[in-house]
């Protein structure tokens, strides 16, 4: 499975960034799929996650009410979109894919809030 992570970019306090996950390869061996974050500096963290029908998801209590995960499995693609955006949501995104065996991670990219 291979992931490539799109749409970030620089936006000011407020603004709104739609992120996308596009997988290619063994796309029906994926299960659930994960956001995660990396900040300079900081450990990575989980940002959002979203079953393999899209039917159950989980974020993490600082993107909670603002940011929303989801996918489409026809197009092998998952999405973030980030709204009410903060200084302290800038950081490189991940998207993760697990299959049984293995997880898989997407190489980033970078969102810059400014206040």
């Known amino acids: 499975v291979d992931l490539v992570e799109s749409g970030g970019g620089f936006v000011q306090a407020g603004g709104s960034l739609r992120l996308s996950c596009a997988a290619s390869?063994?796309?029906?061996?994926?299960?659930?799929m994960r956001w995660y974050r990396e900040a300079p500096g900081k450990q990575r963290e989980f940002v959002a996650a979203?079953?393999?029908?899209?039917?159950?998801?989980n974020y993490a209590d600082s993107v909670k009410g603002r940011f929303t995960i989801s996918r489409d499995n026809t197009k092998n693609v998952m999405y973030l979109q980030m709204n009410s955006l903060k200084p302290e949501d800038t950081a490189v995104y991940h998207c993760?894919?697990?299959?049984?065996?293995?997880?898989?991670w997407g190489p980033g990219t970078q969102v810059t809030v400014s206040s």
């Open positions: 993760m894919a697990a299959t049984d065996d293995s997880w898989y």
């Open positions: 390869g063994s796309t029906s061996t994926i299960d659930a």
């Open positions: 979203i079953t393999k029908g899209g039917g159950s998801t």
